[in-house]
């Protein structure tokens, strides 16, 4: 008997969010997801018809709605945000009213309404540059950016309001990478696919800057299991989440083997010289959760995504972009 019948998804017609919902309906939980559909209305096109899906269009800064939504909720999974730092430098206002100033609120609201488990989807950025080549849970944070930064500051909100029925577990994911119904094409191991098979040449800025990687489907697969544990093994617990920690060029070479077309691997100078392996070992120590999806498996996904016409226009339409996307709704 699973302990929790009904979650609520914020954010749950995104990158992450569409992979992970069918899943969630396949385990057989009432699901609801609140998200602005910004991206376009497909994400979830294909459990639209779902009897335990509820779709929300809807805002998580409108307090009204949640608090006539989330009554009745046992979990919630909180993935909606301006997500990466040049969306939200985009913007910065926008940013820290969804990803900080709405946090809180949520959070209480939550509380209040009988929710026993809330998933909180950080970020590994939260540490910052570190001079550790393996970064571990019991480092300090040192956020560089005002999105890392709200991050962090929402770990410590959410750590304050844990307590007795209120559960709380906090993930820092790798950067996300792979195919997903609501497809993101400014994602390192994305990006370079792209332009592989799209353009026929990778660029290549630096490259020997390391970086922890994550496939969709891994992360989606994880937050479904974060309903399955007790609150003894997770309540108050924060935990990375990533599998291949490797250099920019590794992963340039993985995607040209892949897509086989031997196409020109291009290096440039670069500014970013951000560099850091982040260790998963303490979740799997401690949950014995372990990724099993190569950046291999990410590529070959989204070159079959690609042959079989499923990402139109891939190199210029905004939907697969954030910034792009954003600067043309004028989002506020």
Not at 147 to 176: N, Q, W
Not at 251 to 274: H, L, M
Request: aromatic content about 8%.
């Amino acid at each position: 008997m699973p302990m929790f019948k009904s979650v609520m998804v914020t954010g749950g017609a995104g990158y992450v969010g569409a992979v992970l919902i069918p899943k969630l309906l396949d385990k057989g939980y009432l699901v609801k997801v609140i998200d602005l559909y910004i991206y376009g209305d497909d994400a979830l096109s294909s459990v639209r018809r779902h009897p335990n899906l509820k779709e929300i269009r809807g805002d998580i800064r409108n307090q009204e709605l949640l608090k006539k939504e989330i009554p009745g909720t046992d979990a919630i999974i909180h993935l909606a945000c301006i997500s990466n730092d040049p969306s939200f430098e985009l913007n910065p206002e926008l940013g820290k009213s969804i990803n900080y100033d709405a946090f809180m609120p949520l959070v209480d609201i939550a509380k209040d309404s009988g929710v026993r488990r809330f998933v909180y989807a950080s970020s590994s950025s939260v540490y910052g540059i570190k001079g550790e080549l393996n970064v571990t849970e019991d480092l300090p944070l040192k956020p560089l950016t005002d999105y890392s930064k709200y991050k962090a500051l929402c770990e410590e909100e959410l750590d304050k309001r844990r307590g007795p029925g209120f559960s709380t577990l906090i993930l820092r994911p790798a950067t996300v990478c792979g195919w997903s119904p609501r497809l993101r094409l400014d994602l390192s191991v994305n990006i370079l696919t792209n332009h592989a098979i799209n353009a026929g040449k990778i660029t290549v800025f630096g490259g020997q800057q390391l970086r922890p990687n994550f496939h969709v489907a891994d992360c989606a697969d994880l937050y479904v299991k974060t309903l399955s544990w007790a609150d003894q093994q997770i309540d108050g617990k924060v935990f990375n989440a990533g599998y291949q920690n490797l250099k920019i060029m590794e992963i340039a070479e993985i995607v040209r083997s892949v897509v086989a077309n031997n196409c020109e691997i291009a290096t440039v100078p670069t500014s970013d010289n951000r560099s850091y392996h982040i260790s998963s070992e303490k979740i799997w120590k401690e949950l014995g959760y372990r990724p099993s999806r190569t950046i291999e498996d990410a590529v070959q996904d989204l070159k079959c995504a690609f042959d079989e016409g499923r990402v139109n226009d891939p190199m210029n339409n905004s939907v697969y972009y954030n910034i792009k996307r954003m600067q043309e709704l004028n989002l506020n």
